[in-house]
């Protein structure tokens, strides 16, 4: 059934319809951190950074869930992170910024910086899942429903969306497949600033693609 909304939508007003969905997945971390639940593989024990200057994505959803993972970097105990999951069916990105801090014994802070879609070719994705803490910017979606199950926006199911994964081939380890979910047919994103746990995609193609290291945290991309 197509929604009958138009039009644009800030994502920072957007993104809190949200929160009451992300904050109950927190309600599982104890059996996460038992290992009741079982991931495909653990995500790192440090978030990431990304930033892109526009992202216009195809058969987009998102819902809550949790993704398991290290609880630092000093040690192999794992735990469970509530994120919003926000997916794309096919999704091109320019000017996309991804870093990460580490601290190295003896040299101190080092950033690892990468850069791709800065030239004339996006990057190009397939199946994109964005496992989410935090994100910033404007977005408009064209054809938007707000208030589905999450397991209803699998394009397999009629939805909008791409599979709804259950941790086969991608961070997730629990998605609440009947708790609040949104899709539409078009997101375009600008300005997008977000701090993540996990990137997971059938396919991505960089373009003009760059990594460096650097001393400090004054690469970072915000």
């Given at each position: 059934?197509?929604?009958?909304?138009?039009?644009?939508?800030?994502?920072?007003?957007?993104?809190?319809?949200?929160?009451?969905?992300?904050?109950?997945?927190?309600?599982?971390?104890?059996?996460?951190?038992?290992?009741?639940?079982?991931?495909?593989?653990?995500?790192?024990?440090?978030?990431?950074?990304?930033?892109?200057?526009?992202?216009?994505?195809?058969?987009?959803?998102?819902?809550?869930?949790?993704?398991?993972?290290?609880?630092?970097?000093?040690?192999?105990?794992?735990?469970?992170?509530?994120?919003?999951?926000?997916?794309?069916?096919?999704?091109?990105?320019?000017?996309?910024?991804?870093?990460?801090?580490?601290?190295?014994?003896?040299?101190?802070?080092?950033?690892?910086?990468?850069?791709?879609?800065?030239?004339?070719?996006?990057?190009?994705?397939?199946?994109?899942?964005?496992?989410?803490?935090?994100?910033?910017?404007?977005?408009?979606?064209?054809?938007?429903?707000?208030?589905?199950a999450a397991r209803d926006t699998d394009r397999a199911r009629g939805g909008?969306?791409?599979?709804?994964?259950?941790?086969?081939?991608?961070?997730?380890?629990?998605?609440?497949?009947?708790?609040?979910?949104?899709?539409?047919?078009?997101?375009?994103?600008?300005?997008?600033?977000?701090?993540?746990?996990?990137?997971?995609?059938?396919?991505?193609?960089?373009?003009?693609?760059?990594?460096?290291?650097?001393?400090?945290?004054?690469?970072?991309?915000?």
């Amino acid at each position: 059934m197509e929604s009958v909304a138009r039009g644009g939508t800030r994502w920072k007003r957007f993104a809190l319809v949200m929160v009451p969905g992300v904050a109950a997945t927190a309600a599982i971390g104890i059996g996460l951190a038992q290992g009741a639940l079982a991931a495909s593989f653990a995500v790192s024990g440090q978030e990431f950074k990304v930033k892109a200057g526009h992202l216009e994505g195809w058969g987009f959803a998102q819902y809550g869930g949790v993704d398991v993972g290290y609880k630092d970097m000093e040690g192999d105990g794992v735990t469970g992170r509530a994120v919003a999951i926000s997916s794309f069916r096919d999704a091109e990105i320019r000017n996309m910024c991804q870093s990460v801090v580490t601290d190295v014994p003896i040299l101190g802070k080092i950033t690892m910086r990468l850069t791709a879609g800065t030239g004339e070719d996006p990057v190009v994705a397939e199946n994109l899942y964005l496992d989410i803490a935090q994100l910033d910017g404007d977005a408009v979606f064209e054809d938007i429903d707000i208030g589905v199950a999450a397991r209803d926006t699998d394009r397999a199911r009629g939805g909008k969306g791409p599979a709804v994964t259950d941790g086969k081939g991608s961070a997730k380890s629990k998605v609440f497949e009947n708790g609040f979910a949104q899709q539409a047919r078009k997101a375009t994103l600008t300005d997008v600033e977000q701090v993540a746990w996990a990137t997971t995609a059938g396919s991505f193609k960089l373009s003009d693609m760059s990594l460096r290291l650097h001393r400090g945290t004054e690469k970072e991309c915000f």
